[in-house]
């Protein structure tokens, strides 16, 4: 029988993995909307382009590079810059990081426990899970997760866990 109880604390470093695999995932919408901007924009110059509005084509490529130029700089800096700056100083803000956390499951619910108080959340209610590298992650909703450390719970643990989410109809995200 697989163990089912775990106990951590969460290190900053795990904190960031955990931080940055979210937001990488969830940049990926983000991503497309910005392409189809892109896309919209680009044939936006185009037609002006062919309407004279814009003089030669040259103009419009160079239009073209910068904005595309733009948008790679953008994303490259905050997925580089911005998301570890941030998740780091969020981490040294929270006041229960060096509190150990008990996490515990079986067939119905997953469990906290913590000096601060404790959760009960049954299986079905979790809305998807994500696995990387570093931790499993369990979403209540899209934009809130809870970050469990892998090398804490031990790898036929986290298949057991991820089953059980899988059964109860949690689905699995791409982290």
Request: charged share 25%.
């Amino acid at each position: 029988m697989t163990e089912r109880t775990a106990r951590f604390k969460l290190s900053e470093q795990e904190f960031l993995a955990a931080a940055t695999a979210h937001y990488r995932a969830a940049m990926s919408n983000r991503t497309r909307w910005l392409i189809i901007f892109l896309i919209f924009t680009a044939v936006l110059l185009l037609q002006l382009w062919r309407e004279n509005s814009l003089g030669d084509g040259f103009l419009l490529f160079i239009c073209l590079v910068l904005i595309a130029g733009l948008a790679s700089m953008t994303i490259w800096l905050v997925d580089r810059w911005l998301i570890p700056w941030r998740m780091r100083r969020l981490y040294r803000q929270t006041k229960r990081r060096d509190e150990e956390v008990e996490v515990s499951w079986d067939e119905q619910a997953i469990h906290f426990h913590s000096s601060r108080g404790e959760s009960h959340t049954p299986l079905g209610d979790w809305h998807a899970w994500a696995r990387t590298d570093d931790s499993l992650l369990l979403y209540e909703n899209d934009a809130l997760y809870y970050a469990v450390p892998a090398k804490a719970v031990g790898e036929d643990a986290l298949n057991d866990l991820t089953a059980l989410l899988a059964a109860a109809g949690a689905k699995e995200k791409r982290a």
